[in-house]
């Protein structure tokens, strides 16, 4: 007996694959980090990954946690910029035993020192849509977070173990 569930249906195409990991017996937590790769690497998500919407200051800034649910190893960062897939940086900070929790520069230069893919996360598309939305917040006087969200993902392996992962994209509009 397996499962797996997710916030949103940008993630359903990630659980999809998550999916395959807990069919092949594999464990939850390389089915949570394959599921939300997926995510990340997609350029069309506007609040979460690769192409997601940029902060003020036009940085795509990002978090990710990632949770073991039999010893509650945690590792998380936020305000992380140029990481290609935070989830994977979160994963190797819940086994280290000093820093769990990883913020701004210092967060991407571990992810660097790791050896993990730095990389500019602002696409084309995202700065363009960033440009409109800066605008439709302005003349119509909106909330800046409207219509901005995070992904949240948790999996049961066919061995009872339990994984669990938040995800976002920091937004934030002068």
Known sequence: MWGMIATWRMAYEGVKKGQQVLLNEGCAGDAIEEAIITVEDYPYYKSVGYGGLPNEAGLVELDAAYMDGDNFDIGAIAGASHIKNPISVA????????????????????????????????????????????????????????????????????????????????????
């Not at 990883?102 to 995202?126: C, D, H, P, Q, W």
């Not at 066919?158 to 669990?164: A, D, E, N, P, T």
């Open 91 to 174: 994963r190797k900070l819940s086994k280290d035993t000093f820093n769990i929790f990883l913020v701004g520069a210092g967060a991407t230069k571990y992810a660097e020192k790791e050896g993990f893919e730095i990389k500019n996360m602002l696409t084309s598309r995202a700065s363009t849509l960033y440009a409109n939305r800066l605008k439709e917040i302005y003349e119509k006087n909106l909330n800046p977070y409207d219509g901005h969200d995070t992904v949240g993902m948790v999996a049961l392996d066919s061995r009872g173990k339990i994984y669990g992962q938040k995800w976002k994209a920091l937004c934030s509009y002068s």
